[in-house]
């Protein structure tokens, strides 16, 4: 082309420029896409095992039976141990999301070009995106657990339940979408893309918090209306199913 007096800039007519529009803290929240995922966990894992130990473990050492002969509510005895599940569980959320905070704090994500938001309210928008979905978890694991005859048994059977969790966050991490506002009316998934918005620093408002709060109650009541019914079934104190 020079030997003929033509410019070779010519022969590349379109100059494309790559210009990155993503905003430092959505950039971080890409890199970190994992915590989200580990916080639903631990909502999860965190009162596995007293969970399994009221309803089940009661049932193999033979000591439900007796409290169940206390002239108390079945159902006030569900919402008690409920409520110890979920102390359980939300402690654990806690340390979790305690954690990533201070391993975070001693990483240079500067120096990788990633500006991630871990203040105070950061960190108040990922608890009560998280926290309400302790309930449903806790709710839905009491209720697998009074079906298992013993504690191993259900041990099995919520640790094939801790799937549930891992299903959005690893389907979030490899293909993300966009997100609308009914998603955070589902429970995990809405809390995972809660998380993940808070990290990136977006405005949501109220209404995502408080569809993932409603859903999660709604799953909870169902959860322990039915632990309740089946407490008043004899082969299930018995240990017979």
Same mark, same amino acid.
């Given at each position: ?6 410019s ?19 950039? *971080? $929240?890409t ?5 989200? %995922?580990f #916080? +639903?966990m &631990? =909502?999860? @894992?965190?009162? /596995?095992?007293l969970?399994?130990?009221?309803m089940a ?6 000591s ?5 002969l ?7 005895v ?7 599940t ?7 959320v806690?340390l ?18 990633v ?6 309210? *950061? $960190? ?5 995106a998280? %926290?309400? #979905? +302790?309930? &449903? =978890?806790? @709710?839905?694991? /009491? ?21 549930l ?9 490899l ?10 009316a ?7 893309l ?48």
């Amino acid at each position: 082309m020079f030997a003929r007096g033509v410019s070779p800039e010519l022969a590349v007519p379109v100059r494309v420029d790559e210009l990155d529009l993503s905003t430092p803290e959505r950039t *971080a $929240a890409t890199v970190l896409t994992t915590i989200p %995922l580990f #916080l +639903v966990m &631990a =909502a999860f @894992a965190g009162g /596995m095992q007293l969970a399994s130990d009221t309803m089940a473990g009661e049932r193999e050492r033979g000591s439900l039976e007796p409290l169940l002969l206390n002239p108390a509510p079945r159902g006030a005895v569900v919402a008690g141990k409920w409520l110890a599940t979920c102390a359980m569980a939300a402690m654990g959320v806690l340390l979790c999301l305690v954690g990533y905070f201070l391993v975070v704090k001693r990483v240079p994500l500067e120096d990788l070009g990633v500006r991630a938001r871990f203040d105070a309210p *950061a $960190a108040l928008g990922m608890l009560a995106a998280v %926290l309400p #979905l +302790v309930l &449903a =978890a806790s @709710a839905v694991q /009491m209720w697998v657990s009074t079906y298992a005859r013993s504690f191993k048994e259900a041990q099995t059977y919520l640790s094939l339940l801790m799937v549930l969790p891992t299903l959005p966050g690893m389907m979030l991490a490899l293909s993300p979408i966009q997100t609308q506002t009914w998603m955070f009316a589902v429970p995990v998934l809405g809390q995972e893309l809660l998380a993940g918005e808070v990290m990136r620093g977006e405005s949501l408002g109220p209404v995502p918090f408080l569809l993932a709060l409603v859903s999660c109650v709604a799953v909870s009541a169902v959860a322990l209306r039915f632990t309740t019914r089946l407490l008043s079934q004899e082969r299930i104190i018995f240990g017979r199913s």
